[in-house]
């Protein structure tokens, strides 16, 4: 069963990744259990969208609609083994920041975010062994994404770039 859930982003727990904002980057943390994963990804919205603040027309608001669409389906975003049978039990996907109210012109940039979290439930996660991020040809701004993984009680990091676009999940835990 799949279930897409917007609610405002102040409702979501903190993340366990840094509360960072830069261009081309963003944040994937993943958290693994016995029977599936939790992965929580945070982006710019220019990384995304093509733009930051308001959706102020209709094509703009149709970007977004798109956006919450493409987003709102993981494995379409993190390709996992076949053979690990992997889907998606939840998606939660929300944009949030400055640029989402009226345009105030004060001088400051405006940022706005998409933050998705996803649960995830797999058949045999012993061949849960690797990703590949086809997220990087969905999204043209996006270049890298900070990996935070979490299995067994250890945390390790690391960097998934445009150019290198697969993780090993089994590298340095």
């Not at 609609?65 to 993981?74: Q, R, V």
């Not at 975010?113 to 061949?127: I, P, S």
């Amino acid at each position: 069963m799949f279930v897409l859930t917007l609610f405002p982003v102040n409702a979501l727990p903190q993340s366990q990744v840094a509360n960072q904002h830069e261009h081309g980057q963003g944040r994937l943390a993943v958290s693994f259990s016995e029977a599936g994963i939790s992965i929580s990804l945070v982006v710019p919205g220019l990384d995304v969208l093509g733009f930051e603040g308001p959706a102020e027309t209709e094509g703009d608001q149709a970007s977004v609609a798109g956006a919450i669409s493409e987003l709102s389906n993981p494995l379409d975003l993190f390709s996992l083994s076949e053979e690990a049978g992997c889907f998606t039990v939840s998606a939660n996907v929300t944009l949030s920041g400055e640029g989402l109210g009226p345009v105030v012109d004060n001088g400051s940039n405006v940022h706005t975010e998409f933050r998705a979290d996803y649960q995830m439930q797999c058949q045999d996660m012993t061949h849960l062994d690797h990703v590949t991020f086809p997220y990087f040809d969905r999204f043209q701004r996006a270049e890298s994404l900070i990996v935070q993984i979490e299995k067994s009680g250890k945390v390790d990091r690391h960097t998934v770039t445009r150019d290198a676009p697969d993780l090993d999940l089994n590298t340095g835990l």
